[in-house]
C-alpha cells in the first residue's frame, strides 16, 4: 500500500488562538518549534476577542514565559514576527473573508486549520474555512486540513 502524501503546510491558523488553551499549551508548544528551527510558516489567530496584533502577540509573549520563564528572546522575536490576528465572530462572512485575504497575503495555499475551541462551533468552522479559502485558490490546492482539540460530546 501506497502512503499517500499530504502537500506541506504553508500556514497555520488557530481557532480560538486568544483561548485558555492557546494560552497554556499551543503558545508554548510554538515557542519550541521556533526554538528548534522547526516553525517556518506565517501563524494566523482567528478569535472572536476585540483585539489587535499588538494584543494578540503581547498575550503569547506573556503566555509564552509564564509556561517557560527562562524563553529566550531570540527565539520569542521571531514568533512574534509570525502571528496575525484575524478578529471576529466565527458566524460573521466578514470573518472569512478576512482570513482568505489573509491567507492570501501570506501566499498560502495549504494551510493548516487547528480548532481549539468549543465543540459547538465545529459545525460552521471547518465548512466556511473549506469555503472561503477556495475562492481564492484554485480548486486543485488544498486549505481544507483541519484538526480538533477535544472530544466532541453529544448534546
Known amino acids: 500500500?501506497?502512503?499517500?502524501?499530504?502537500?506541506?503546510?504553508?500556514?497555520?491558523?488557530?481557532?480560538?488562538?486568544?483561548?485558555?488553551?492557546?494560552?497554556?499549551?499551543?503558545?508554548?508548544?510554538?515557542?519550541?518549534?521556533e526554538?528548534?528551527?522547526?516553525?517556518?510558516?506565517?501563524?494566523i489567530g482567528v478569535?472572536?476577542?476585540?483585539?489587535n496584533d499588538a494584543a494578540?502577540?503581547?498575550?503569547?509573549?506573556?503566555?509564552?514565559?509564564?509556561?517557560?520563564?527562562?524563553?529566550?528572546?531570540?527565539?520569542?522575536?521571531?514568533?512574534?514576527?509570525?502571528?496575525?490576528?484575524?478578529?471576529g465572530d466565527y458566524a460573521d462572512p466578514a470573518t472569512w473573508t478576512s482570513l482568505r485575504d489573509t491567507l492570501d497575503r501570506c501566499g498560502s495555499k495549504n494551510a493548516v486549520f487547528y480548532m481549539a475551541i468549543p465543540p459547538t462551533m465545529f459545525p460552521p468552522s471547518p465548512r466556511r474555512s473549506r469555503r472561503s479559502a477556495s475562492t481564492s485558490v484554485a480548486a486543485s490546492s488544498s486549505r481544507s486540513r483541519s484538526g480538533a482539540t477535544s472530544p466532541v460530546r453529544p448534546s
Open 35 to 43: 526554538h528548534r528551527g522547526l516553525l517556518k510558516i506565517p501563524v
Open 47 to 51: 478569535a472572536r476577542s476585540d483585539w
Open 56 to 87: 494578540f502577540c503581547q498575550h503569547a509573549h506573556d503566555s509564552i514565559l509564564q509556561a517557560i520563564p527562562d524563553a529566550l528572546a531570540s527565539a520569542i522575536e521571531p514568533l512574534m514576527k509570525r502571528l496575525d490576528l484575524v478578529q
Open 1 to 33: 500500500m501506497i502512503a499517500a502524501r499530504q502537500p506541506v503546510a504553508d500556514a497555520l491558523v488557530l481557532f480560538g488562538a486568544t483561548g485558555d488553551l492557546a494560552k497554556r499549551k499551543l503558545f508554548p508548544a510554538l515557542y519550541h518549534l
